[in-house]
C-alpha cells in the first residue's frame, strides 16, 4: 500500500498529477483548483505523479 501526499503550499494547480495518474488516484478540486487524492488505494507506486510535478509538491511513500 502507498500513501500519496500532496504539499497545497507547493502545489500550482496544473493538474498534471490528475492526467499522468494511470490510476487515476487524483481528482480534481474546481473551486480550489487543486488535486484530491481521491481513491489512495488504488496507487499502484509507480511515481508518475511525482515525476510530472514539477513543483516536487507531491510524494509517494510506501506503508
Keep these: 500500500m502507498f ?8 502545489c500550482q494547480g496544473d493538474e498534471e498529477c490528475v492526467g499522468n495518474c494511470p490510476s487515476e488516484v487524483f481528482d480534481w478540486d474546481e473551486e480550489n ?8 488505494d488504488d496507487c ?3 511515481e508518475t505523479c511525482v515525476e510530472v510535478c514539477e513543483v516536487g509538491a507531491i510524494t509517494v511513500e510506501e506503508v
Design 44 to 46: 499502484l507506486g509507480c
Design 3 to 10: 500513501e500519496v501526499t500532496v504539499d497545497y503550499e507547493k
Design 33 to 40: 483548483q487543486k488535486p484530491i487524492v481521491a481513491r489512495m
